[in-house]
């Protein structure tokens, strides 16, 4: 389901912070069906992205103080 946009990344850094305590903890080498090492594989490239856009993220942030 997808998030409302008033509520986006409030509830994607939630479900980001669940996903990184998972990694810490080893669980990403636990068995994964296809879907998950796809969703793997996308949310590392989207971390990428947004990495790359760090700048004009927080210049955005900046913008709306």
């Not at 912070?17 to 296809?34: I, Q, R, V, Y």
């Not at 760090?54 to 709306?64: C, N, P, Q, R, V």
């Amino acid at each position: 389901m997808a998030n409302m946009s008033y509520c986006r990344f409030e509830n994607t850094a939630n479900d980001l912070a669940d996903c990184l305590d998972a990694l810490e903890n080893g669980k990403h080498t636990e068995d994964l069906s296809s879907y998950e090492k796809r969703g793997l594989e996308d949310l590392l490239s989207y971390c990428d992205e947004i990495h790359y856009m760090k700048d004009e993220i927080e210049e955005a942030l900046k913008d709306t103080n």
